[in-house]
């Protein structure tokens, strides 16, 4: 209780707030509870233990309960085996006890600016795969040609926000459609940007009048395999029934 004590106001003297706990029990529950800058952590909590494996049994927990609160571990000076075993199952740093006014908080500062900047990038890559998945959706068709004696229909559900799948469907014509599934390699934005680029390069020989795989097909290869790196390529099947 004293040495949580000490830390709670030495934590408070530099403008932070801290939330006290005293077992592992009590720190799985509060670090699920709510979301922590950083968590700093013993290694060694029952009397007639001192191997520290319940702290390092404690780090796999909260692993496992995937909290992403960076963990500073504190250990005795003659235990530096045991704080590099702490950063091998997850914490980022570790202080040496008895510890050091300055070095604890400049570990706490740290680790806690650190972790506000991947919150923020995280935040900014979420905001950004959004904006991509409605964009992509976009690219799918809109509306759709109604023909007489044919009912026809397309729906994407990618595995993640964003995917390389790709389809469309185009007018041949009177009574007449034509139509591509295509399946992009890779995964995430980088596939959506390539199956962008294969939208862009069917829909261009359609608005041309050209909808006959023969006349389609070889012109949307070319222009494909050009912009795209060697080691990315499409599949895709076309069909038309334009009759050319």
Known sequence: AD?????????KGAGHQATLVDSPQALLKAAKAQRFDAILMDLKYARDTTSGEEGLDLLNRLQE???????VVMTAWGSVDLAVA??????????????DNARLLATMEKQSSQAKERQQAERQARSEIEIARNVQQKLFPQATKEMRGLEYAGLCVPARDVSGDYYDFFDSGPDSLSFVLADVSGKGIAAALLMANLQAAFRSQCELGR??????????HKQFYAST??????????????GR
């Open 229 to 242: 790196p060697p080691e990315h390529y499409a599949t895709l099947f076309y069909g038309s029934d334009s």
């Open 86 to 99: 702490a950063m091998q199952r997850g914490a980022s740093d570790f202080v040496q006890k008895p510890w």
């Open 3 to 11: 040495v949580l004590e000490a830390l709670r106001l030495l934590l």
């Open 211 to 220: 909808t006959g795989p023969s006349a389609v097909i070889p012109t949307v």
């Open 65 to 71: 309960s995937r909290i992403t609160a960076p963990v």
